[in-house]
């Protein structure tokens, strides 16, 4: 289950690079707000993690090469994308994780804090891209309730 966790977290360190590189490239800054609340949803969750983790016993980097390599390399990819067609892949990108991490949620027997953590996390991006998906003006909201919730 610590391993499950853990991979969680790289999964954090990814996703802080992935987003910050939308933050720094993406061509249209009205999004800029949109990078900076999902970098804050991804840095809150590392560091709680880590914390939990570390706690467990698990030694947590700060940085690790392999996940920044691939969170430079898929941001790359899909930074040329307009807004609604970014949107639109990262919706059943998410997906897959968004299940997973819930599933596990729901099966763990131990560390239930940091399962529901992991999985509110991916829950509030999920459902924050399909907000966006639909066009709700309040989609942030979304991403907003969870930094609240666990800051």
């Given at each position: 289950m610590i391993a499950q966790l853990y991979n969680a977290y790289l999964g954090e360190?990814?996703?802080?690079?992935?987003?910050?590189?939308?933050?720094e490239k993406y061509s249209d800054d009205s999004h800029n707000n949109k990078w900076q609340t999902l970098i804050k949803v991804e840095k809150l969750t590392a560091q709680r993690l880590k914390d939990g983790l570390e706690a467990l016993g698990q030694i947590c980097p700060d940085y690790d090469r392999d996940m920044e390599k691939k969170g430079l390399e898929d941001a790359n990819k899909w930074l040329p994308l307009p807004w609604k067609e970014l949107v639109d892949t990262m919706?059943?990108?998410?997906?897959?994780?968004?299940?997973?991490?819930?599933q596990q949620a729901d099966e763990a027997t131990e560390h239930l804090t940091l399962?529901?953590?992991?999985?509110?996390?991916?829950?509030?991006?999920?459902?924050?891209?399909?907000?966006?998906?639909?066009?709700?003006?309040?989609?942030l909201d979304i991403l907003t309730t969870f930094i609240k919730k666990y800051a």
């Open positions: 360190l990814y996703g802080i690079v992935f987003f910050n590189a939308f933050a919706v059943p990108w998410v997906a897959p994780y968004q299940q997973r991490y819930q399962f529901t953590l992991v999985a509110d996390h991916e829950n509030a991006i999920y459902d924050y891209l399909l907000a966006e998906q639909q066009g709700n003006k309040n989609a």
